[in-house]
């Protein structure tokens, strides 16, 4: 259990590929931070370099206040878990657990305490004697978890540990280790693709994009008030809608080339003539009954996901693509038109140029 | 494809039988020409069944060996032989994985030219450089002991590019593992590597112990101390063995003698060869 403190990392090859620069962030004892993005963004690389698999070029890593750059992995008090498990494929359930705390040379009883205690939480028993590959996928997994476990390390990293498993047992593992940080309470850094992962398992995500952080928030903050544009389009699904236009004369409206111009009635935070991307979430949109709503949609073809419909569409007379997420069980023919509404508190404005977030809407 | 017609059937198992017996004639003529007096196989037709000759020939071989031939006993060349072939076996597999567990694990100064310069020995066999090797051995001292049999063969680009292949192919997630479970460079080796190359040295050790028992001309430049005689060296010397006649049935006794070795070394390394093909990692 540790504070860690990223204090501008950065990562350069030798061959002069940054994967990483100016990577800072404060994890708190306890906390389960997932580190999220999409692939090459360097999210992997930042869990590389805690785990000190990877050596750091710039920047300072602390465990606990102190400096770790230079401690090998074994050496830093850290566990981790890979994507493809890499359990010793020659050693038993129980070999395998073991092998790190025999070389921590930590007497026998201890070591047999410490493995029944993670085989009875991860219900791992009845495979103790059984090689790898005698193990189906999500087993492995809890065996490369229940390796942690035993280590009792500080901080414990995962490197998109569910990837391979199938959906269902994805759901079921990732409860699974939610739990399991619960019982522990210990500091998780979790690396994920997976924007649904990150939002379900994480009690705050730091979002990267080129190897830069976007934002560091709760599954929350990121939803609701993304700090620019990637973010916005990163978290939920379908993702955000953006519409690209310019703030109007009287700067309270959008204008578009080739739709009609949608009113706001409050003043935009911006002068007129500037190029903004205005988001809407696809729920957030609503059917105006009746009525002549703020935005129009002709709708393309729909989704029926049971719980909800999607409609997918575009703005009519422009090809700016609108998605909106309807509740229940609705039937929309392709090429009708939707007339709908938003209220202001769910529209996010983006500068069209830098995708930063435009403040005060 | 799975076919039922009794003429193929018959056919193929026709060929097949017929292969075999024509692969075992050779082994089957020297196992009864062993058991016979030297005259019933300088007069044709040649017998092809058991004589009554077994003990006494082969009795004679192993005590005392053939007085044409220097007179030393069979089981001491099959004992040198052995030696030898087990030194360069075991030599060859040691000091081949540790240098590519070198070259595979290790960033250091000229690498990859350690790599190459391993790597293009694999166009020099020994008859090539035996004559610089016999120099070096000579200047060493190492002529007519099981040294000088030995340590020239040991080298061996093929086991290490074998071995660099196989460690290619482990993926860096098991290292990385390693790393944090506190396994130094010798604990990984010891415990992961070695463990996983289990298959990888079975079947080097069968491929480099026949390599090594057939060695034929490195020992008979570097022996002329019959005492370290190997048992190829000897069959060879019973045939050319000056004016006399070939003693055929002590050659053909010898031959079979020295068959049994390498005989029993892939049936025993077979099995473990072939377990380990089927519990291979996924």
Redesign the interface.
């Known amino acids: 259990m540790a504070n860690l403190h990223l204090n501008a990392l950065g990562k350069t090859y030798p061959g002069g590929v940054t994967a990483a620069s100016d990577v800072s962030a404060e994890i708190g004892d306890g906390e389960f931070i997932v580190l999220v993005g999409p692939s090459g963004c360097g999210k992997s690389t930042i869990l590389r370099m805690i785990a000190g698999l990877e050596s750091i070029t710039a920047g300072e890593l602390t465990i606990d206040g102190a400096r770790v750059n230079d401690l090998e992995p074994g050496e830093r008090d850290i566990a981790m878990v890979f994507q493809n498990y890499a359990l010793y494929p020659h050693m038993t359930v129980r070999k395998n657990m073991e092998y790190g705390l025999r070389n921590e040379g930590l007497p026998k009883d201890q070591i047999a305490a410490r493995i029944a205690e993670a085989a009875r939480t991860l219900r791992l028993e009845e495979y103790l004697d059984r090689k790898p590959r005698q193990l189906s996928g999500g087993q492995r997994q809890r065996v490369a978890m229940g390796r942690a476990i035993v280590r009792k390390p500080k901080v414990f990293l995962f490197d998109e540990p569910l990837s391979n498993l199938d959906a269902k047992l994805r759901t079921q593992l990732r409860a699974e280790l939610k739990t399991l940080h619960q019982r522990l309470g210990a500091t998780f850094v979790y690396v994920t693709h997976d924007q649904v992962e990150a939002m379900s398992l994480a009690d705050r995500i730091i979002i990267m994009n080129a190897g830069r952080v976007e934002q560091i928030g709760t599954p929350m903050d990121l939803y609701l008030r993304p700090a620019s544009r990637f973010v916005a389009e990163f978290i939920g699904s379908p993702s955000m809608n953006m519409l690209e236009g310019r703030i109007g004369a009287d700067r309270s409206s959008l204008t578009f080339d080739h739709a009609p111009a949608i009113g706001f009635g409050f003043e935009l935070p911006a002068p007129a003539g500037h190029p903004i991307a205005l988001g809407i979430r696809p729920e957030h949109l609503e059917l105006t009954p009746g009525g002549a709503g703020g935005i129009d949609l002709a709708v393309q073809f729909i989704e029926q996901l049971g719980a909800d419909t999607v409609v997918h569409g575009a703005v009519p007379g422009s090809a700016m693509p609108l998605a909106v997420r309807l509740a229940g069980v609705q039937l929309h023919e392709a090429g009708a038109v939707l007339p709908l509404t938003c209220a202001a508190e769910n529209l996010h404005l983006f500068d069209a140029k830098t995708g930063r977030r435009l403040a005060a809407v | 494809m799975v076919e039922n017609r009794p003429i193929l059937n018959f056919l193929t198992h026709a060929v097949l039988i017929l292969g075999v017996l024509f692969l075992c004639f050779p082994v089957w003529m020297a196992l009864t020409a062993s058991t016979h007096a030297p005259e019933a196989l300088s007069k044709s037709p040649i017998p092809l069944w058991f004589g009554t000759q077994a003990w006494k020939n082969y009795s004679q071989l192993l005590t005392a060996g053939l007085p044409e031939a220097g007179g030393v006993p069979i089981g001491r060349m099959m004992l040198n032989s052995l030696v030898m072939a087990l030194g360069i076996t075991f030599g060859k597999i040691a000091v081949s994985i540790l240098a590519a567990y070198a070259i595979v694990y290790f960033r250091f100064p000229f690498r990859m030219g350690f790599f190459w310069m391993i790597f293009v020995t694999l166009m020099l066999p020994v008859e090539v450089r035996i004559l610089p090797t016999f120099d070096v051995v000579t200047k060493l001292g190492l002529l007519n002991s099981y040294g000088g049999l030995i340590v020239p063969l040991i080298a061996s680009a093929t086991a290490t590019f074998l071995f660099r292949q196989f460690f290619l192919t482990i993926?860096d997630?098991?290292v990385?593992?390693?790393?944090?479970?506190?396994?130094g460079p010798v604990?990984f080796f010891i415990?992961?590597l070695l463990?996983?190359s289990?298959t990888n040295i079975a079947a080097l050790f069968i491929i480099l112990f026949i390599y090594g028992w057939n060695q034929y001309l490195w020992p008979l430049l570097a022996t002329t101390d019959e005492g370290l005689y190997t048992v190829v060296m000897g069959i060879q010397r019973m045939v050319n063995a000056g004016e006399q006649l070939p003693v055929w049935n002590y050659i053909m006794g010898t031959a079979v003698l020295a068959l049994i070795p390498p005989v029993v070394v892939v049936v025993a390394m077979q099995k473990l060869f072939v377990k380990g093909l089927v519990?291979s990692?996924?």
């Open positions: 993926p997630e098991l990385e593992a390693a790393r944090i479970d506190r396994a604990r415990d992961i463990p996983l289990r519990e990692e996924k």
